[in-house]
């Protein structure tokens, strides 16, 4: 009988360790995030998931006038409304190149029903592309910006697309960017190649790129307020707008090998695909982010470690999962200064990995 109270009084004592240690580790999350948020845009908010829940949900805000300009200017042009409280799991925000994830998944999910191979080049879907010699290009290439083709920066390109009226404008112009290389064998982190996939669907399907999210990634998942904006032509690489709750949603179901709450999105096989690196030895880096450069890339997504994967934005914004240790998080911020966000990635990350073992 004393044995049995010994080892419940033990096990008691282990588990209230365990929580006053998790407490603690969580403290340096809420410490971190008051700490970055200046610096951050002025404001943040993180997400931690793990074993079938939320384990960790803080915001921060630390905001100057001309944070608040920026924030003013990012609402009006998205068409929300001007709000400097502080962020909550509902907010609403553009995500940059946080999108590329969500569109690479949106492309896999016509490789699991059959209606494309990761090996078809895109000249058999969109005839102009073969005109111009660029119809070698394969679906892999374009989700893994290997297509080759010499992009222009990002805000050239941007310009550029407001100024298009329909998707076959996009490749169009496209096709009349020079090469820089052989497919497949050219790395250029661009919007380009995710471009390109989704006027391939487009024609595969018949349908417009935004509803195909929708009714593929954003309806299943739960994304209620997500989606790739108004403008007429969509942009796959940056032009969704999200929020901390729906993305996690994403993230939960790559780290569930495809499924949420016990549907099916994606296959293991595709999930698999995406987190393959493909810069192998013979790959030349003609362009990557200075913020996250030294590492591989998948399909929409970095391999940034043993089983951690992500696909930071242009503002700040940093979801992840860690399949290793079997959790997902996701930051939100925005801010273009990226001086010294890789380190900032990287500190959060193994304050985040402390606070969950």
Known sequence: MRTKIIFLLSTVFLFCSRDVNAQNNFKKLDNWLADNASAMGGRDILLIYKDGHIIYSHAEKNMNMR?????????????????????????????????????????????????????????????????????????????????????????????????????????????????????????HYSNTGLQIAAAVIEKISGDNFRHLFAERIAKPLNMNHTDFGFSKVPLPAGGAVSTPNDYINFLVMILNKGTFNGKRILSEKSIAEMQINRQTHDVKIAYTPAQIGGFGYGFGEWILGPGFISSPGLFGSFPWVDNNKGYAAFLMTFYLNNQGRDNRYLELKKLVDDAIN
């Open 67 to 187: 944070q608040r300009i920026l924030d003013r200017y990012a609402a009006k042009k998205q068409g929300d409304k001007v709000d400097f409280s502080n962020y909550t799991p509902d907010t609403r925000q553009a995500i940059a190149s946080c999108s590329k994830w969500l569109s690479a998944a949106l492309v896999m999910t016509f490789v699991d029903e059959g209606k494309l191979k990761l090996t078809d080049t895109v000249g058999r879907y969109l005839p102009i592309l073969t005109q111009h010699g660029r119809g070698n290009i394969t679906i892999a290439d374009c989700l893994a910006h290997l297509t080759a083709v010499k992009s222009p920066e990002l805000k050239e390109e941007m310009r550029d697309l407001k100024d298009m009226n329909t998707m076959d404008d996009a490749i169009t112009a496209i096709a009349n960017l020079p090469m820089e290389g052989q497919p497949g064998k050219v790395f």
